[in-house]
């Protein structure tokens, strides 16, 4: 169910705008894609004069909802998992991000405003699972 109440078409529109700014601003300036998988998984093996934008990336990433909350605007968290589902899910993920050589973020983002056909159709696969997977987890397996 949507909560039409909750929904804030404006703050999705400037949260977008704002992903899709910090993307351009990486590749333009940096070369490189903004796909967290592939952030994390190269600061993992990455030398010297790699580690430090990696670094400042993840950072960001950590430091966003915590500036958020201090200046009032966070959204209060809710997850109906448990610790092993999260772990499970979480080991899934990153998973399929190795099997599609990239995340969310590096193919629908960077990957379709770069128009590649590689990303349609990883990211084709992403919404797929995903709306196969709440159909099951909510249809058929009542959790």
Same mark, same amino acid.
């Given at each position: /169910?949507?909560?039409?109440?909750? $929904?804030?078409?404006?703050?999705?529109?400037?949260?977008?705008? /704002? @992903?899709?700014?910090?993307? +351009?601003?990486?590749?333009?300036?940096?070369?490189?894609?903004?796909? @967290?998988?592939?952030?994390?998984?190269?600061?993992?093996?990455?030398?010297?004069?790699?580690?430090?934008?990696?670094?400042? $990336?993840?950072?960001?990433?950590?430091?966003?909802?915590?500036?958020?909350?201090?200046?009032?605007?966070?959204?209060?968290?809710? @997850?109906?998992?448990?610790?092993?589902?999260?772990?499970? +899910?979480?080991?899934?993920?990153?998973?399929?991000?190795?099997?599609?050589?990239? !995340?969310?973020?590096?193919?629908?983002? !960077?990957?379709?405003?770069?128009?590649?056909?590689?990303?349609?159709? +990883?990211?084709? !696969?992403?919404?797929?699972?995903?709306?196969?997977?709440?159909? +099951?987890?909510?249809?058929?397996?009542?959790?």
């Amino acid at each position: /169910m949507i909560d039409w109440n909750a $929904f804030t078409p404006g703050s999705a529109l400037i949260g977008g705008l /704002m @992903i899709g700014a910090a993307a +351009a601003v990486l590749i333009l300036l940096n070369g490189r894609i903004a796909g @967290i998988s592939g952030v994390l998984g190269g600061l993992l093996r990455a030398g010297p004069g790699d580690r430090g934008w990696r670094l400042a $990336f993840i950072a960001g990433l950590v430091a966003a909802p915590v500036l958020a909350r201090w200046a009032g605007h966070a959204v209060p968290i809710r @997850i109906d998992a448990g610790a092993g589902t999260l772990i499970v +899910a979480g080991l899934l993920v990153g998973l399929g991000t190795r099997y599609a050589g990239g !995340c969310t973020s590096g193919h629908g983002v !960077c990957g379709l405003s770069r128009l590649s056909l590689r990303s349609l159709a +990883a990211t084709v !696969c992403f919404i797929g699972a995903g709306m196969l997977t709440v159909f +099951a987890a909510r249809h058929v397996l009542g959790l």
